[in-house]
């Protein structure tokens, strides 16, 4: 521990700090970050893209099963400890036996990815934002961006807007309506709960809610019914990762479009193209990967299944990956 701490502390000529997890390396320059592990592999990735995808996998605690960086590097959660990864869901990194995979407690992997995360955002760049509404991420090091980038993830116990819980979005607590849903009504519906109710009884405006969003491309738990959890979020420009699912997951688009790239999970081999639009359902299966395309701001419905049995009961063939056939 001594020895990371020591060389996480080096500063190159960038002004960067450099980092050790096990055996991988990190180091970012101006424009691109650098991986290495060991064996001889090296993996460069535009900054930009390494950070909207650090900065989701350390906010979301890893999320569900896979989150690919990109067709090399990326991390699979194991709810405790999580196994970071090169190559091991590419089919030619596998087939060359050049993949390479440690596993490390989740806290131990959130913190060095914080820590990373903290020291390579400059100041005025915001990897949760849509690229048009933020500055570059380019550069030698000037700055931070620790507002930006401490943003927890909302993540209702009930529902958005409750006592006691996490609360609606308004012009006063400093959420205006993005600028691409200027035109979504404001009003917020008319309560009226029988006396002694008042706690149980709840609704609230979901597309004002939506509306107000400033982040793409994370979904917030906003409505909680035992595992059932909805979790909505604004969409823009490309999700910054490529999610592979270890349950099946369900998405309603609410707004606009959004154009999704389907591929085998666990070699990247494609196997769909959708193009979903305003009102439409699709139920993504349990052995996939995916990314999506949102070419202007949009709604999407994430409906997640919380049940921690589920990753095994897939992984067995319990479960069959798809959950519906049509
Ligand atoms: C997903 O991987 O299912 C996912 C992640 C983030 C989003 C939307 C979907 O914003
Ligand atoms: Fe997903």
Same mark, same amino acid.
């Given at each position: 521990?001594?020895?990371?701490?020591?060389?996480?502390?080096?500063?190159?000529? =960038?002004?960067?700090?450099?980092?050790?997890l096990g055996g991988f390396g990190f180091? $970012?320059?101006?424009?691109?970050?650098?991986i290495k592990w060991p064996g001889g592999g090296g993996h460069?990735v535009?900054?930009?893209?390494?950070? !909207?995808?650090?900065?989701?996998?350390?906010?979301?605690? @890893? @999320?569900?099963?896979?989150?690919n960086f990109d067709e090399v590097f990326g991390t699979?959660?194991? &709810?405790? /400890?999580?196994a970071v990864f090169a190559g091991l869901y590419n089919?030619?990194y596998r087939?060359?036996?050049r993949d390479h995979v440690e596993?490390?407690?989740? %806290?131990?992997?959130?913190?060095?990815?914080?820590?990373?995360?903290?020291? +390579?955002?400059?100041?005025?760049?915001?990897?949760?934002?849509?690229? /048009?509404?933020?500055?570059?991420?380019?550069?030698?090091?000037?700055?931070?961006? !620790?507002?930006?980038?401490?943003?927890?993830?909302?993540?209702?116990?009930?529902?958005?807007?409750?006592?006691?819980?996490?609360?609606?979005?308004?012009?006063?607590?400093? &959420?205006?309506?993005?600028?691409?849903?200027? %035109?979504?009504?404001?009003?917020?519906?008319?309560?009226?709960?029988?006396?002694?109710?008042?706690?149980?009884?709840?609704?609230?405006?979901?597309?004002? &809610?939506?509306?107000?969003?400033?982040?793409?491309?994370?979904?917030?738990?906003?409505?909680?019914?035992?595992?059932?959890?909805? *979790?909505? /979020?604004?969409?823009?420009?490309?999700?910054?990762?490529? =999610?592979?699912? %270890?349950? *099946?997951? +369900?998405?309603?688009?609410?707004?606009?479009?959004?154009? +999704?790239?389907?591929?085998? $999970?666990?070699?990247?081999?494609? !196997?769909?193209?959708?193009?979903?639009?305003?009102? %439409?359902?699709?139920?993504?299966?349990?052995?996939? $990967?995916?990314?999506? @395309?949102?070419?202007? !701001?949009?709604?999407?419905?994430? +409906?997640?299944?919380?049940?921690? /049995?589920?990753?095994?009961?897939?992984?067995?063939?319990?479960?069959?990956?798809?959950?519906?056939?049509?």
């Amino acid at each position: 521990m001594a020895e990371t701490k020591q060389q996480s502390k080096q500063i190159n000529e =960038h002004g960067y700090r450099s980092f050790k997890l096990g055996g991988f390396g990190f180091e $970012r320059d101006e424009y691109f970050a650098h991986i290495k592990w060991p064996g001889g592999g090296g993996h460069i990735v535009a900054v930009d893209r390494f950070l !909207r995808a650090l900065i989701r996998d350390v906010a979301w605690n @890893f @999320f569900y099963g896979i989150v690919n960086f990109d067709e090399v590097f990326g991390t699979v959660n194991h &709810y405790g /400890t999580v196994a970071v990864f090169a190559g091991l869901y590419n089919s030619a990194y596998r087939e060359r036996k050049r993949d390479h995979v440690e596993t490390f407690s989740s %806290d131990q992997t959130r913190t060095l990815f914080e820590a990373m995360l903290d020291d +390579w955002t400059n100041e005025g760049y915001d990897p949760f934002a849509a690229p /048009t509404e933020t500055g570059t991420p380019f550069g030698q090091k000037h700055g931070n961006n !620790r507002e930006a980038i401490k943003r927890t993830r909302v993540t209702a116990r009930r529902m958005v807007g409750l006592k006691d819980d996490s609360p609606l979005r308004t012009d006063a607590n400093g &959420y205006k309506p993005n600028r691409q849903f200027e %035109d979504v009504n404001q009003s917020e519906p008319e309560v009226h709960a029988e006396p002694g109710f008042e706690n149980e009884v709840h609704a609230f405006n979901f597309f004002g &809610y939506l509306s107000r969003s400033d982040v793409t491309w994370n979904p917030s738990v906003t409505a909680v019914v035992k595992d059932s959890l909805l *979790c909505p /979020t604004t969409e823009e420009f490309m999700l910054p990762v490529i =999610h592979g699912n %270890d349950r *099946c997951e +369900w998405f309603v688009q609410l707004s606009d479009e959004i154009h +999704w790239e389907v591929s085998d $999970r666990d070699t990247g081999a494609p !196997r769909a193209r959708l193009v979903m639009k305003a009102g %439409d359902v699709a139920a993504m299966p349990a052995d996939i $990967r995916h990314q999506g @395309f949102s070419p202007k !701001r949009s709604m999407l419905l994430v +409906w997640e299944n919380a049940d921690g /049995t589920l990753p095994e009961q897939y992984a067995s063939g319990k479960l069959r990956p798809n959950p519906v056939d049509f």
